[in-house]
T-cell receptor, first 116, second 113 residues
Framework: KAGVTQTPRYLIKTRGQQVTLSCSPISGHRSVSWYQQTPGQGLQFLFE???????NKGNFPGRFSGRQFSNSRSEMNVSTLELGDSALYLC???????????????FGPGTRLTVL | AQTVTQSQPEMSVQEAETVTLSCTYDTSENNYYLFWYKQPPSRQMILVIRQEAYKQQNATENRFSVNFQKAAKSFSLKISDSQLGDTAMYFC??????????FGKGTRLSVIA
């Protein structure tokens, strides 16, 4: 079974631009979560989607948004990029059976975003 | 709000030796799960071990074991017979109810030959 895939793996943008990152979960997984990883802040939760609905949202500005499609693939968008948005963006999927997320989350390799 | 603290930013250990990584957490929840994740230099995060709070028995996965002290809100990871492939960032994480995973800042472990 293929793992979680993220595209693109690397991205360079300039301030003010917008960017869209994609995540394809493991087949059968309906929950997708997004995290931002930086050396200073560590791993911070962005949002989680399940069955095309946002279940949880972290403490990020409205410039960060996401969505999930009927095939469970998810995208996140960052508008009006700032230098501080440079980070590794990780997505994780899990089966989410029983209505909770105690199931193992499987992480993708991440997208390295650099904002110049 | 739940918090997870890893007080050791970096550690090193000789190959074949044993090392313990510390993690403390703060929560008012009674039912929760704790995890240790490993992120090798290639960046793919993988689950090392998990512990259900309602289980008194410490979890073990081959060379990896935890010391879960619920009253002290402590959850340390012991790696026995350390191998070069254990070199990675290790993150302690917590989850309760429908809240998202909360991660510690991580411990960078270097295994030295």
């Amino acid at each position: 079974k293929a793992g979680v895939t993220q595209t693109p793996r690397y991205l360079i943008k300039t301030r003010g631009q917008q960017v869209t990152l994609s995540c394809s979960p493991i087949s059968g997984h309906r929950s997708v979560s997004w995290y931002q990883q930086t050396p200073g802040q560590g791993l911070q939760f962005l949002f989680e989607y399940f069955s095309e609905t946002q279940r949880n949202k972290g403490n990020f500005p409205g410039r960060f948004s996401g969505r999930q499609f009927s095939n469970s693939r998810s995208e996140m968008n960052v508008s009006t990029l700032e230098l501080g948005d440079s980070a590794l963006y990780l997505c994780a999927s899990c089966i989410l059976s029983g209505g909770h997320t105690y199931n193992e989350q499987f992480f993708g390799p991440g997208t390295r975003l650099t904002v110049l | 709000a739940q918090t997870v603290t890893q007080s050791q930013p970096e550690m090193s250990v000789q190959e074949a030796e044993t090392v313990t990584l510390s993690c403390t957490y703060d929560t008012s929840e009674n039912n929760y799960y704790l995890f240790w994740y490993k992120q090798p230099p290639s960046r793919q995060m993988i689950l090392v071990i998990r512990q259900e709070a309602y289980k008194q028995q410490n979890a073990t996965e081959n060379r990896f074991s935890v010391n879960f002290q619920k009253a002290a809100k402590s959850f340390s990871l012991k790696i026995s017979d350390s191998q070069l492939g254990d070199t990675a960032m290790y993150f302690c994480a917590f989850i309760a109810g429908n809240t998202p995973l909360v991660f510690g800042k991580g411990t960078r472990l270097s295994v030295i030959a």
